[in-house]
Nanobody, 121 residues
Framework: VQLQASGGGLVQAGGSMRLSCLVS????????MNWFRQAPGKEREFVAG????????RYADSVKGRFTISRDASVYTVYLQMNSLKPEDTAVYYC???????????????WGQGTQVTVSS
């Protein structure tokens, strides 16, 4: 599978932004699509995940109620809608596929390139 993330940029605190991840070459081993992020000097962390077929969603506690993951299977795209953004959301955001539910990078199967999100205070 190939993953291509886009949609990052600069936004003020309290603002919104939507990231997209275009999926190609989907296989039966890519049951879940996930978003991770990595801030400078920190480890890459799980943000949200969605089961491709059923649409079941999971979120990290730090983004619950503010971020929404979704997918449009007709255009093979996964989205991350980010609202009420905070400066601590500043990071490079990555999409990743996995065969099952994951909460760390070790379970990821494929990675897209990152897209920078910067939230100014």
């Amino acid at each position: 599978v190939q993953l291509q993330a886009s949609g990052g940029g600069l936004v003020q605190a309290g603002g919104s932004m939507r990231l997209s991840c275009l999926v190609s070459g989907l296989t039966t081993a890519d049951n879940f699509m996930n978003w991770f992020r990595q801030a400078p000097g920190k480890e890459r962390e799980f943000v949200a995940g969605i089961k491709w077929r059923e649409g079941t969603k999971r979120y990290a506690d730090s983004v619950k109620g503010r971020f929404t993951i979704s997918r449009d299977a007709s255009v093979y795209t996964v989205y991350l809608q980010m609202n009420s953004l905070k400066p601590e959301d500043t990071a490079v955001y990555y999409c990743a596929s996995s065969p099952g539910v994951i909460t760390s990078t070790s379970g990821a199967r494929s990675w897209g390139q990152g897209t920078q999100v910067t939230v100014s205070s």
